[in-house]
C-alpha cells in the first residue's frame, strides 16, 4: 500500500485507502513526500483562489465521488 501511495500527492480530501496508506509509511518517508511536493514548480504557481475557494472545490469533488 505504501507503494501505490508513494506516487500520490497529498490531497485535501483524502480517500480512506490514501489515509491507509500513508499512515503506514515512516515520519521520514512522510517528510521526503511533503518535501518532494513543495519542491514541485506548481508550488510556485500563485493563484486569485481565496481559501475558502479552494476548500469549495475540494469539497465538491469529494461529493462528485461519492455519487459515482
Known amino acids: 500500500m505504501a507503494d501505490q ?25 512522510q517528510v521526503r513526500l511533503y518535501r518532494g511536493l513543495f519542491a514541485h514548480p506548481d508550488c510556485n504557481t500563485f493563484t486569485p483562489d ?8 475540494a469539497r465538491q469533488r469529494v461529493a462528485e465521488r461519492s455519487r459515482g
Open 5 to 29: 501511495f508513494a506516487n500520490t500527492l497529498p490531497s485535501a480530501a483524502p480517500t480512506e485507502a490514501g489515509l491507509r496508506a500513508w499512515k503506514t509509511l515512516s515520519r521520514g518517508e
Open 50 to 57: 481565496t481559501a475558502n475557494d479552494i476548500l469549495f472545490a
